[in-house]
């Protein structure tokens, strides 16, 4: 199968072996139903300029010319269309996501397989390989690998990558649903690769909620770089859809101009949450804690509760516990969601919960929040005010990140919500 690199410079030659000029790039399209874009042309540069001659001009490509079927003024030159790929230019040396290995690689080589008389885009080639190829050294080292027993690294199928979007001369789409499929934490680590430019690029190619989930996995010295490379309206949408604790830490982080140019643009409700938890000292259990949580009147039933969890879970979350609070929002108690579950559905609330809560204040502070959480073992916390009513929690993870660094923390399960 040929190589891009193998091409590129080939001299090609018209039926009468007149010169026609040297093979500057290869143009491929998509071509429904094939999944892998087909070679359409090849662009050829002579002493006229740059010809785009047909691939079904083409005599024979794999040899040491490329010659082709018909005279040079026979030939009738393929028109330019907004689909097409140029290969050296718009793929070769271009940063790539492998959606399958989860990782920022760039291309070093394109191989091209043959299918009866036409050709089409196999592989990307990421591997040394590939680099070695383009020094003219791929005989050699093929030669080498001939001689071991695994095959040589660096291939990559055309359904195994996605481009980043960017600004070259031929804007590619990015379709979000390859990258709905990975992990929050393996697509931060994919953003946070790539420059600023080109992780708010990424981050607009995705959908709100992928890009919100995203953002929350990434070191929180980069979020800010990134939401300000959003436009203001995409950037409260990710905002609005981020938990809020982590959307007011964000904001925390924005230039006193940035945030008062996009804070008006977050829906009301959202922006309220976020200004609130921004009163507080950041190290502090107020700082820290988020207002996505799940408290209901102890006076409930079980099945109660059960459709009052059905009816809120987008918006609390994962709900390890359930708190009961009285008619003045005072904390009472704290139910295992496990418990609620196997409970019968006419028990009492009241009948279930533990009444001894492990709380902090709201002036607690971060160190004080973490000791709670290691020494009883919880997943969260909750934080009451002066008068005992409950304003918020504060997850394991968030409570221990002061003690464990943030990049070591980020490495560990997603828990908590």
């Known amino acids: 199968m040929p190589y891009l690199s193998e091409l590129l410079g080939k001299p090609v030659v018209d039926v009468d072996g007149r010169r026609v000029g040297r093979l500057e790039d290869v143009v491929a399209g998509r071509e429904d139903p094939m999944p892998h874009p087909r070679v359409m042309a090849l662009r050829v540069r002579g002493h006229a300029g740059v010809l785009a001659v047909p691939i079904e001009d083409v005599a024979v490509l794999e040899a040491p010319a490329v010659s082709l079927t018909k005279h040079l003024e026979q030939v009738r030159p393929l028109p330019a269309q907004p689909e097409q790929l140029l290969l050296a230019r718009d793929v070769l040396d271009r940063q790539i996501i492998d959606t399958d290995g989860v990782r920022l690689v760039r291309v ?21 390989m590939g680099l070695l190829r383009r020094l003219g050294l791929g005989r050699a080292a093929e030669r080498l690998w001939r001689r ?10 055309w359904h195994a990558m996605e481009f980043l979007p960017g600004d070259q001369p031929l804007r590619l789409r990015v379709p979000g649903s390859r990258f709905e499929d990975l992990h929050p934490a393996d697509l931060a680590e994919i953003i946070s690769d790539l420059s ?54 964000l904001v925390a982080e924005l230039e006193p101009e940035q945030r008062s140019e996009l804070m008006p643009l977050v829906e009301s409700g959202r922006a309220h949450e976020i200004e609130a938890l921004l009163q507080h000292p950041e190290d502090t259990a107020g700082g820290i804690m988020t207002t996505e ?23 609390v979350g994962t709900p390890y516990y359930i708190y009961t609070t009285n008619e003045d929002g005072v904390l009472t108690g704290v139910l295992p969601l496990f418990s609620l579950v196997v409970a019968r559905p006419e028990g009492r609330v009241a009948d279930l919960m533990n009444r001894n809560v492990v709380r902090v204040p709201l002036r607690a502070t971060q160190h004080e929040v973490a000791r709670a959480v290691a020494k009883y073992n919880l997943m969260a916390i909750p934080v009451v005010d002066d008068a005992g009513r409950l304003v918020g929690i504060v997850t394991a993870d968030d409570a221990l990140d002061k003690i464990i660094p943030t990049r070591w923390k980020k490495r560990l399960p997603r828990l908590y919500r």
Do not use: W
């Open 108 to 128: 070093n080589d394109v191989e091209l397989a043959r299918v009866e008389h036409r050709y089409f885009v196999a592989n990307v080639d990421v591997g040394m």
């Open 148 to 157: 071991r027993t695994e095959a040589a690294p660096g291939k990559l199928t």
């Open 196 to 249: 600023k430019a080109e992780g708010a690029r990424l981050l607009s190619a995705l959908d709100v909620e992928t890009a919100a989930d995203a953002l929350e996995e990434v070191e929180p010295g980069f979020q800010a770089s990134l939401i300000s490379g959003l436009e203001s309206e995409r950037a409260a949408d990710v905002l609005e859809a981020m938990a809020p604790d982590e959307a007011a830490d």
């Open 293 to 315: 949580y799940l408290a209901v009147p102890d006076r409930l039933a079980v099945d109660e509760v059960l459709d009052l969890l059905r009816k809120r879970a987008d918006e």
